[in-house]
């Protein structure tokens, strides 16, 4: 356990310094909304999803929900929005797992068309409260996202610090096993 631990660990710092620059872009940013949402990896089932195909999950609601900096500062909140649990993404697409501690040893690594990246292991999204927060949002106010979040974006709302794995633009979710 200390071993997955330590692997774990050591994605989400090599993936944050390879990401450690700002989010927000600007000037046109049209260039970077995201249409579809691809689930690749060590899935059974690649899937590539339209906002259309997002609305026919079971959809969860947020009504207000606090974002949060990595020094704990406060940078606005996400109100009314829709989305779908990742959880449920995944289990559409059937994570492979060929014995029973495969699990213990994925990672989830969502990317935006920026090349913004943040990770989440298997046993997060499944084994904890903080699954039960991991939404890929498509709508907010009744409403298309904007191009500021592009048409799909993802958020975990269980985070204490929720801003940081705020990705606007999401493209891709890859599914990968981090070690043997």
């Known amino acids: 356990m200390f071993k997955l631990l330590s692997n774990t660990a050591f994605a989400l710092i090599l993936l944050h ?17 995201s249409q579809t ?12 999803l339209t906002v259309e195909d997002l609305k026919k999950f079971p959809i969860q609601q ?16 996400l109100e009314n929005f829709k989305g779908v649990r990742l959880r449920d993404l995944l289990d559409k697409a059937t994570v492979i797992a060929r014995d029973h501690n495969d699990v213990k040893k994925t990672i989830i690594i969502a990317t935006a068309t920026d090349g913004y990246k943040v990770v989440y292991s298997w046993s ?21 996202l904007p191009d500021e979040e592009g048409r799909i974006a993802m958020i975990s709302g269980k985070d204490i610090r929720t801003g940081l794995r705020h990705v606007k633009w999401l493209k891709t979710l890859e599914v990968r096993k981090i070690s043997d």
């Open 124 to 144: 997060e999204i499944y084994n904890t409260a903080v699954g039960e927060g991991v939404l890929v949002f498509f709508e907010k106010d009744g409403k298309a």
């Open 37 to 48: 949402l691809s689930i690749t990896g060590a899935v059974e089932k690649p899937l590539t």
């Open 62 to 77: 947020i009504n207000e929900l606090p974002l949060t900096r990595q020094n704990g500062a406060n940078a606005g909140k």
């Open 17 to 33: 310094a390879s990401t450690a620059f700002s989010h927000d872009k600007p000037g046109d940013i049209s260039q970077y909304v």
